[in-house]
Protein backbone atom coordinates (compact mmCIF):
# COMPACT_ATOMS: atom_id res chain seq x y z
CA UNK A 1 0.00 0.00 0.00
CA UNK A 2 2.81 2.39 0.51
CA UNK A 3 4.06 1.86 -2.80
CA UNK A 4 1.11 3.45 -3.85
CA UNK A 5 0.90 6.13 -2.02
CA UNK A 6 4.08 6.99 -3.42
CA UNK A 7 3.49 6.27 -6.71
CA UNK A 8 0.20 8.87 -6.39
CA UNK A 9 2.21 11.28 -4.62
CA UNK A 10 4.67 10.85 -7.91
CA UNK A 11 1.80 11.39 -10.44
CA UNK A 12 0.72 14.32 -8.50
CA UNK A 13 4.20 16.23 -9.09
CA UNK A 14 4.20 14.96 -12.60
CA UNK A 15 4.28 17.92 -14.87
CA UNK A 16 1.00 17.51 -16.23
CA UNK A 17 -0.56 17.38 -13.50
CA UNK A 18 1.59 20.65 -11.53
CA UNK A 19 0.72 22.70 -15.28
CA UNK A 20 -3.08 21.66 -14.58
CA UNK A 21 -2.71 22.83 -11.43
CA UNK A 22 -1.35 26.26 -12.09
CA UNK A 23 -4.05 26.81 -15.02
CA UNK A 24 -7.09 26.20 -12.33
CA UNK A 25 -5.26 28.72 -9.60
CA UNK A 26 -4.82 31.61 -12.32
CA UNK A 27 -8.01 30.88 -14.04
CA UNK A 28 -9.50 31.23 -10.52
CA UNK A 29 -6.89 34.11 -9.52
CA UNK A 30 -8.70 36.11 -12.58
CA UNK A 31 -11.78 36.45 -11.05
CA UNK A 32 -11.02 36.42 -7.26
CA UNK A 33 -11.64 39.18 -5.16
CA UNK A 34 -7.82 39.06 -3.42
CA UNK A 35 -6.30 37.27 -5.59
CA UNK A 36 -2.29 37.94 -4.82
CA UNK A 37 -2.25 34.78 -3.05
CA UNK A 38 -3.47 32.84 -6.30
CA UNK A 39 -1.07 34.70 -8.39
CA UNK A 40 1.74 34.11 -5.67
CA UNK A 41 1.19 30.66 -5.65
CA UNK A 42 1.24 30.65 -9.63
CA UNK A 43 4.78 32.29 -9.53
CA UNK A 44 6.47 30.31 -6.68
CA UNK A 45 5.18 26.98 -8.48
CA UNK A 46 6.39 28.26 -12.14
CA UNK A 47 10.17 29.62 -10.98
CA UNK A 48 10.61 25.96 -9.25
CA UNK A 49 9.35 24.31 -12.22
CA UNK A 50 11.39 26.19 -14.73
CA UNK A 51 14.42 25.81 -12.04
CA UNK A 52 13.63 21.85 -12.45
CA UNK A 53 13.61 21.99 -16.13
CA UNK A 54 10.40 20.93 -16.43
CA UNK A 55 9.03 24.78 -17.80
CA UNK A 56 10.60 27.11 -19.97
CA UNK A 57 10.72 30.45 -20.43
CA UNK A 58 9.82 30.84 -24.66
CA UNK A 59 9.84 34.35 -25.42
CA UNK A 60 8.04 37.87 -24.48
CA UNK A 61 5.00 38.87 -26.19
CA UNK A 62 2.50 41.68 -25.95
CA UNK A 63 0.21 42.10 -22.96
CA UNK A 64 -3.76 41.79 -23.46
CA UNK A 65 -4.24 44.32 -20.55
CA UNK A 66 -1.18 46.29 -19.96
CA UNK A 67 -1.35 48.14 -16.40
CA UNK A 68 -0.03 51.76 -16.47
CA UNK A 69 1.83 51.97 -20.00
CA UNK A 70 0.30 51.72 -23.95
CA UNK A 71 2.22 48.40 -24.24
CA UNK A 72 3.30 46.37 -21.44
CA UNK A 73 5.18 42.29 -22.40
CA UNK A 74 4.82 39.37 -20.50
CA UNK A 75 6.92 36.39 -20.54
CA UNK A 76 6.10 33.32 -21.95
CA UNK A 77 6.37 30.12 -20.10
CA UNK A 78 5.38 26.57 -21.11
CA UNK A 79 5.18 24.04 -19.18
CA UNK A 80 3.70 20.29 -20.43
CA UNK A 81 1.18 20.84 -22.86
CA UNK A 82 0.18 24.44 -21.18
CA UNK A 83 1.53 28.11 -21.30
CA UNK A 84 1.56 30.83 -19.34
CA UNK A 85 2.51 34.32 -19.06
CA UNK A 86 4.65 35.68 -16.00
CA UNK A 87 5.46 39.92 -15.29
CA UNK A 88 9.23 40.33 -16.93
CA UNK A 89 12.39 40.67 -15.24
CA UNK A 90 14.62 43.04 -16.51
CA UNK A 91 17.16 40.32 -17.62
CA UNK A 92 14.09 39.02 -19.64
CA UNK A 93 13.53 42.06 -21.80
CA UNK A 94 16.99 41.85 -22.33
CA UNK A 95 17.27 38.53 -23.08
CA UNK A 96 14.12 36.61 -24.75
CA UNK A 97 12.95 37.46 -28.23
CA UNK A 98 10.02 38.90 -28.79
CA UNK A 99 7.18 37.43 -30.28
CA UNK A 100 4.62 40.28 -30.55
CA UNK A 101 1.05 39.85 -30.26
CA UNK A 102 -0.76 36.96 -28.29
CA UNK A 103 -2.08 34.52 -31.00
CA UNK A 104 -5.96 33.90 -30.44
CA UNK A 105 -5.51 30.78 -31.82
CA UNK A 106 -3.46 29.55 -29.25
CA UNK A 107 -5.54 27.86 -26.04
CA UNK A 108 -4.81 26.14 -23.00
CA UNK A 109 -6.42 22.53 -22.76
CA UNK A 110 -9.55 22.29 -20.43
CA UNK A 111 -8.59 20.74 -16.82
CA UNK A 112 -11.09 19.28 -14.31
CA UNK A 113 -9.33 19.89 -11.09
CA UNK A 114 -11.39 21.89 -7.77
CA UNK A 115 -9.31 25.33 -6.77
CA UNK A 116 -8.96 23.30 -3.15
CA UNK A 117 -6.79 20.23 -4.58
CA UNK A 118 -5.20 22.59 -7.33
CA UNK A 119 -3.96 24.67 -4.35
CA UNK A 120 -3.10 21.63 -2.71
CA UNK A 121 -0.61 20.91 -5.38
CA UNK A 122 0.87 23.41 -5.80
CA UNK A 123 1.63 24.37 -2.09
CA UNK A 124 2.88 20.94 -1.16
CA UNK A 125 4.93 21.72 -4.37
CA UNK A 126 6.81 24.27 -3.32
CA UNK A 127 6.57 23.53 0.27
CA UNK A 128 4.75 26.24 1.56
CA UNK A 129 1.77 25.80 4.39
CA UNK A 130 -2.06 25.84 3.85
CA UNK A 131 -3.11 29.42 3.84
CA UNK A 132 -3.71 30.22 7.83
CA UNK A 133 -2.86 33.99 7.40
CA UNK A 134 -6.35 34.98 6.21
CA UNK A 135 -7.82 33.71 9.22
CA UNK A 136 -5.57 34.70 11.58
CA UNK A 137 -5.96 38.31 10.35
CA UNK A 138 -9.78 38.16 11.01
CA UNK A 139 -9.79 37.42 14.68
CA UNK A 140 -6.77 40.35 15.03
CA UNK A 141 -9.34 42.39 14.26
CA UNK A 142 -11.80 41.66 16.49
CA UNK A 143 -10.51 41.46 19.79
CA UNK A 144 -12.02 38.97 22.16
CA UNK A 145 -14.10 38.18 19.68
CA UNK A 146 -16.29 41.25 19.80
CA UNK A 147 -17.12 44.18 17.22
CA UNK A 148 -17.11 47.55 17.37
CA UNK A 149 -19.23 49.13 20.36
CA UNK A 150 -21.65 51.10 19.18
CA UNK A 151 -21.80 54.55 20.51
CA UNK A 152 -25.00 56.40 21.06
CA UNK A 153 -25.88 59.69 18.78
CA UNK A 154 -24.70 62.08 20.00
CA UNK A 155 -26.00 65.95 17.93
CA UNK A 156 -23.17 68.82 18.03
CA UNK A 157 -26.25 71.20 16.61
CA UNK A 158 -28.91 70.80 19.23
CA UNK A 159 -31.18 73.76 17.93
CA UNK A 160 -34.36 72.60 16.99
CA UNK A 161 -34.55 73.02 13.28
CA UNK A 162 -32.57 69.93 12.76
CA UNK A 163 -35.48 68.20 14.82
CA UNK A 164 -34.92 66.15 18.05
CA UNK A 165 -32.68 63.11 17.47
CA UNK A 166 -31.80 63.90 13.80
CA UNK A 167 -28.71 62.49 12.37
CA UNK A 168 -28.90 65.56 9.87
Do not use: W
Not at 27 to 37: G, Q
Request: charged share 25%.
Amino acid sequence: MNQTKGHSEMDEFSINSLAQAVFIVNKHAKTALEPKNLYNLKRLALNKLMQEGKAKKIGLHFSDNPRFAAQQSDVIVECGSYVFHLPPTKEDLKNLPHLGSRAASIRNPKASLSLSKAKQILQSYVGQAGEKKPNSTNTEKRPYGRGPVKQPFHNPFPSSFLGKGSKY
